[in-house]
C-alpha cells in the first residue's frame, strides 16, 4: 500500500439532499434554489436503469466559490479553470469553537490567527485556512443551522489580512456561508468573499468533522464539478491527516 493511501482519510463532505440548508438571502435578491431531484425511470417495465434528473444552486451544500462569485473576483477563475494544485493542498485548522458557542455572532480577528501562528508555526504556503466554529452539530437543524442570519465568521481586517497579506489561497468554514450571517452589514458587506475572491482565491463553506481534525500536518482534497462559466460548485472535500505511525 502506498503511503498516501497509509494516511487516516476523513470525508469532511455534508451529505446532500433535499433537506440540505441553503442560505436565505433578503426577498428583494434571487434565491438559491435547494437540492431538488426527478425520477427518470426506476426499473420500470421496459428494463430502464433507475435514476434522477437534479436541480440546485451552484452554491448548495458543501461547496466551492470560486472568483468569479464576485464582483470583486469578476474577471478571474471559473470553477472549471482552478488549477489542479489549488485542490490538492496543505491546511490547517483554527479552532474557535468555544467563542462561538459563547456567541453566535463571533468574529474571527487577526490577533486569533497570529495567536495561533505563535502557537503551531506559519500558514501553509499555497495552502487553505479551516475555520473550526462546532456548527456543524447543528447538522439535522435546519433553520437553527441557518439561525436567523445569526453564524460566526470572520471580520472585516481578518478577512483582508488573510487574503492580501498572507500565503493561503483559501478559507473553509463550517456555516453555511464563507462570512458572517451579519456581513450585509459590514464594510465592505461579505468581506471574505471580497477580499479572498477578489484577490484570486477561494472559499468552501458546510464542512463537517473539522473536530476530528489536528491544527497541522493536513493535505486536502477538494473536488468541485468543473462547471465551465461556473462560479461555484458542490465538491467533495477529504481531509488526509499526515501524523499516522
Known sequence: ??????????DLTAPLSEQTPVIKLPPTHGQAWSSKRETISHYDEYGEAFWYNISMSEHTGTHFDAPIHWPSGKDGLDVASVPPEHLI???????????CKESANFLLERQHVEAWIDQYGPLPEGGWLLYRSGWDERDGDIEGFLNNRHTPGISVECARWLAHETSII????????????????????????????GAGKYGITQLKKLAQLPPIGIDLIIAPLPIVGGTG????????????V
Not at 500500500?1 to 476523513?10: A, C, E, G, N, P
Open 1 to 10: 500500500m502506498s503511503q498516501w493511501l497509509k494516511r487516516r482519510i476523513i
Open 89 to 99: 493542498v496543505p491546511a490547517v485548522v483554527i479552532d474557535m469553537s468555544d467563542k
Open 170 to 197: 483559501g478559507v473553509g468554514v463550517e456555516t453555511v456561508g464563507t462570512d458572517a450571517g451579519q456581513a450585509a452589514s459590514f464594510v465592505p458587506p461579505f468581506p471574505v468573499h471580497w477580499y479572498f475572491l
Open 233 to 244: 460548485s458542490p465538491c467533495r472535500v477529504f481531509a488526509l491527516i499526515n501524523n499516522i
